[in-house]
């Protein structure tokens, strides 16, 4: 298994972002944007390689107050008790670029990632290459639907001790992660010992939580955009409803929508390689364009 090519860290003013690459750095690049709570590692070295093998530089970064990210444990909050909002989020993902000497990108974002990287198309899209948006939505409340059992897990009281962070993240993969045949219990604890091993920040998660919320719709804005768009969802995912995808490719110009049967909001191994066709061939399809 190839690791990372080089690691290194990004400035957004006071913010220090952890990222890695893979791949040729004279490719075109595709940085990859985390959902809530998610550490970077999440986008796992083998199918990093993947995606580099096809062409493409690969970046990954952890967000803000996850990961080996600054924490906002004692930034001042907004009126909407949020101590920052996606686009301050969209600003680190840009950083992270410019770290790089990347002035252009393809960007993929899962979940939260998702609302970043539509974020960054519409405040820079002469930056944006291409967008990928998984498994997330527009920020119009109607179009965020999770299950009653999901958004309880959500937003439950957060673990303590790596014990707890195993079972939570486990019995939330139980409800709203792919069904058999892509259930793997026994990954998905190893994965969740490994990220709390890597860091553990769950008041960090929360703040990431309220960011989302103070951010608002971008269905006008979205309208507007003149970026190559995929969208994708899973069929199972019950954490964000695929209603949400399909809002998204509906309204973004020319976007297209890929339905992933089986998949919930999660990224199960056996899925990357369908998954690596479709953004590569999107975003190199984009380029020739």
């Not at 004279?26 to 986008?43: I, M, R, W």
């Not at 909407?80 to 840009?94: E, I, K, N, P, V």
Request: aromatic letters at 8%; hydrophobic letters at 40%; one cysteine or more.
């Amino acid at each position: 298994m190839t690791g990372p090519t080089r690691s290194g860290r990004a400035t957004n003013g006071t913010c220090q972002l952890h990222y890695d690459t893979f791949g040729d750095p004279a490719n075109p690049t595709l940085l990859l944007v985390n959902g809530l709570g998610s550490q970077c590692t999440n986008y796992k070295d083998a199918w990093c390689t993947m995606f580099a093998d096809r062409g493409l530089q690969v970046i990954r970064f952890d967000n803000r107050d996850v990961g080996l990210s600054t924490s906002f444990a004692d930034a001042p909050v907004n009126e909407q008790g949020a101590a920052y909002t996606l686009r301050d989020m969209s600003d680190d993902a840009f950083a992270v670029l410019d770290a790089n000497g990347v002035q252009q990108a393809h960007v993929m974002g899962l979940s939260m990632g998702g609302m970043i990287v539509q974020t960054m198309a519409i405040e820079h899209p002469e930056r944006i290459l291409s967008m990928t948006s998984v498994m997330s939505t527009t920020g119009e409340p109607d179009y965020m639907r999770s299950s009653p059992e999901a958004y309880a897990l959500l937003t439950g009281t957060p673990p303590t001790d790596r014990e707890s962070a195993i079972e939570r993240h486990v019995e939330g993969l139980r409800v709203f992660g792919s069904p058999a045949p892509y259930a793997d219990e026994d990954r998905w604890r190893a994965d969740a010992g490994a990220a709390f091993d890597r860091a553990f920040t769950p008041d960090g998660t929360r703040r990431q939580f309220l960011a989302v919320g103070a951010s608002g719709s971008r269905a006008d804005a979205l309208r507007q955009l003149d970026v190559p768009t995929l969208v994708m969802h899973g069929s199972a995912d019950t954490l964000i409803d695929p209603i949400g995808g399909r809002r998204t490719a509906e309204l973004v110009p020319g976007a297209r929508f890929e339905l992933i049967e089986g998949m919930g909001h999660d990224y199960p191994p056996a899925l990357w390689e369908r998954w690596v066709d479709l953004v590569v061939d999107h975003a190199l399809g984009a380029r020739r364009s």
